[in-house]
């Protein structure tokens, strides 16, 4: 990853300030990217935008390649054309200063923009529908996506080894019956994907405009109850019966006595290989199209993954298992015309064969600050061991704690053993970790909102192992003098010279 010294923000779109419901991809994002630029920050960092769970998290969507129909903008459809003027307004259900994203809301509000598109489609011109119809013609995922948001909808929102058989099994002839029926339906289906992919582009060029990195992130395992696997059930670990063969995890260690089951199917990399890695390839190459660089998560299972028997519910019994991390990188590195725009998630236990993995192919890895206090002194992640460029620091990344969350948690006897780090020890300020990590030799340094903000725990984004209360929280204007906050970490940004 080719990249200048720079600073950034991790800030997920949907809790973006100046919208109703959630974030979205028209004056919010507009907005948002314009003070990171006033304020000389070069990289927004998100999570990924694809579709989400019932939980509100995306790294459990039902599709890899679709984007997450909630940051649609009403206003911008309304603008262009796309909607009736009159349309009903869907703020006045929802006001800015609510603290958290409503789930149900904003997929009320989904659905009404769906069949409001649809209602209004036959009055758009032809050209405009040529354009549509072009664009869906080379959207490879288009038609499996639209298929099976439809069936899960028409299917009680049931997984769907649980629908008919002639559905589960992708019966050519009843899936073709099926279609003919439902045109109206899938073609709202596929004017959101298009209406969010034209939006999101527009914010991709004011980003490029106005000098500011996009970082994206992808998952490395995808959703069962996902349409990548209900379309590609060859290349998943799925038994005939629909059964999952091996699901994925990590094994026991110091955190957890059980390991962690994640349920994934595994990819049987067997199959994949046999297209040359087409649908990786592809997946990544969409990513791309949408980001200047992009995290990869788990990136250790790109050397060798956890495989734990399908039916066990815990991750106890797993062994690794060889991954073709090689042959992969090599080949969208390829695709990139030899650059590769990649960073590892590389956190946890790490072997020395995923440290050269990485090195190999020049990814930038990830340091975390609230890591690095154990009193060890060869500890990584300490500030004065982090002794060349190509890292990106964090105080915190999404899944930990509020760097003063992270304080008020401490052990007394471990805050004493670090307290000359730290100016103010007795009113420990998150400021004080972000001036630490602006000072790394890490090319990239990026901190949470919530931590510029020095928020606690109640502003927490995810805990891991946890379902309730997550992925919702929103940043909102009437509690915080936002431009404030940013102008102040872009003059520590500039005093690092990044």
């Known amino acids: 990853m080719k990249l200048e010294r720079n600073s950034g923000i991790l800030l997920h779109p949907t809790s973006l300030p100046d919208s109703t419901v959630c974030g979205s991809f028209g004056k919010p994002a507009r907005l948002w990217l314009n003070e990171l630029a006033s304020s000389g920050i070069g990289v927004w960092q998100f999570l990924p935008l694809a579709p989400t769970d019932s939980f509100g998290s995306p790294y459990s969507s039902p599709s890899s390649f679709a984007f997450n129909p909630w940051f649609l903008d009403q206003n911008d459809l309304v603008m262009d054309g796309f909607l009736a003027d009159n349309i009903e307004d869907f703020s006045y259900k929802n006001n800015y200063l609510d603290k958290k994203v409503d ?17 209004y489609w036959e009055k758009q011109n032809r050209t405009i529908q040529e354009e549509f119809e072009t664009w869906c013609s080379r959207q490879f995922w288009l038609d499996d996506h639209s298929i099976f948001m439809e069936l899960k909808i028409q299917n009680n929102d049931l997984p769907w080894w649980e629908w008919p058989n002639k559905y589960v099994v992708r019966d050519k002839k ?31 060029k004011l980003a490029k405009n106005l000098g500011i990195f996009l970082f994206g992130d992808v998952p490395f395992y995808v959703s069962k109850d996902s349409a990548d696997v209900w ?4 290349l998943f670990s799925i038994l005939t019966n629909s059964d999952t063969f091996f699901q994925s995890g990590v094994p026991p260690d110091y955190f957890s006595e059980t390991g962690q089951l994640w349920g994934n199917p595994v990819y ?13 390839r592809k997946r990544i190459s969409r990513h791309l199209e949408q980001v200047d660089f992009l995290r990869l998560d788990h990136f250790r299972a790109l050397e060798a993954f956890w495989a734990i028997p399908g039916k066990d519910k815990t991750a106890e019994n ?13 080949l969208i590195k390829k695709d990139c015309s030899g650059s590769l725009p990649l960073v590892a998630e590389d956190l946890g236990l790490i072997t020395s064969k995923v440290e050269k993995l990485r090195d190999d192919y020049e990814l930038a890895g990830m340091k975390i600050l609230q890591f690095a206090f154990d009193g060890n002194l060869d500890n990584p992640y300490l500030p004065e061991n982090i002794k060349h460029e190509n890292w990106i620091v964090y105080t915190g990344t999404h899944d930990n704690s509020t760097a003063l969350g992270w304080w008020r948690e401490m052990e007394q006897d471990r805050k004493e053993q670090i307290r000359e780090r730290f100016i103010d020890y007795e009113n420990f300020n998150s400021w004080e970790l972000i001036k630490m990590g602006m000072e790394t030799k890490a090319k990239l340094f990026i901190a949470p909102m919530q931590d510029l903000l020095n928020l606690d725990d109640s502003s927490r984004f995810n805990k891991p192992g946890t379902i309730e209360n997550n992925w919702s929280w929103r940043l909102s204007r009437n509690d915080f003098n936002i431009k404030e906050v940013l102008r102040k970490y872009g003059d520590l940004a500039k005093a690092h010279k990044r």
């Open 103 to 119: 789930f149900q809301l904003a997929n009320s509000k989904s659905k009404f923009l769906r069949y409001s598109l649809i209602d």
């Open 174 to 204: 009843e899936l073709a019956n099926w279609k003919r029926k439902n045109q109206k339906e899938l073609l709202g289906h596929n004017l959101v994907q298009w209406h969010l992919d034209r939006q999101w582009k527009s914010i991709r």
């Open 231 to 234: 379309s590609n059930r060859s």
């Open 268 to 280: 049987r990399w067997s199959r994949h290989k046999a297209s040359k890695y087409r649908w990786w």
């Open 318 to 330: 797993g062994f690794w298992l060889p991954s073709p991390g090689r042959e992969i990188l090599g």
